[in-house]
């Protein structure tokens, strides 16, 4: 398969090895909540054409609280999500 880079990329190959031309880049803004566990919030994949893939876009705030109301944690999900594609 591929290998990380330090600089948070990786390239994707296949079992047999090679590189297919894509890279992967973490997304990691710095104005929301950091992930609960050992994930990314996003991850950039840059080849012929470009994805953002993320998943369990949660509703929490930089500081850490998720709002009571389910519209008000709609709204944090759609902010989470704008800084993601802000920071790709």
Do not use: F, K
């Amino acid at each position: 398969m591929g290998g990380w880079h330090s600089d948070g990329a990786v390239a994707l190959g296949w079992a047999g090895g090679g590189n297919i031309g894509c890279m992967n880049r973490i997304v990691a803004p710095a104005d929301i909540a950091a992930p609960a566990a050992n994930y990314a919030h996003a991850i950039v994949t840059e080849g012929a054409a470009t994805w953002l893939h993320t998943s369990g876009v949660v509703p929490t705030r930089p500081d850490g609280t998720v709002p009571a109301a389910i519209a008000t944690q709609a709204e944090v999900v759609w902010t989470n999500l704008s800084a993601m594609l802000r920071e790709a």
